[in-house]
């Protein structure tokens, strides 16, 4: 199943906050949001406002397109994996093939 936006976007966040070595409360009382509702966002229960998201990315002093961006690559490379065919492996295009010529027998 694919992911979804809100999950994705909660997992940046999330990782966002934890590399700072900063706590939930922190982070919500510095936003202004609810503790409980910023727990909720990072988990992807609740789908954040655009407006929300500056607050929290502005309390953790990182850019909105940063985590845009995390959270798009992170979808990407999810789609990628999600769209190779079931049990064909996914070879380099870079890999090269010899395949040897065949002998002509001759029967008499």
Not at 36 to 58: P, T
Not at 72 to 84: Q, V
Request: aromatic share 0%.
């Amino acid at each position: 199943m694919a992911a979804l936006v809100r999950e994705v976007i909660g997992d940046v966040l999330r990782r966002a906050r934890v590399e700072q070595g900063r706590t939930l409360r922190e982070v919500s009382d510095s936003a202004r949001v609810s503790l409980g509702y910023l727990s909720e966002v990072e988990r992807g229960r609740k789908e954040a406002s655009s407006e929300l998201l500056n607050a929290i990315c502005a309390a953790l002093e990182v850019p909105l397109s940063r985590v845009l961006t995390e959270a798009g690559g992170e979808l990407a490379a999810e789609e990628s994996r999600a769209a190779a065919p079931v049990g064909v492996p996914n070879i380099d295009v870079s890999t090269k093939v010899v395949i040897p010529q065949v002998a002509s027998m001759a029967v008499a």
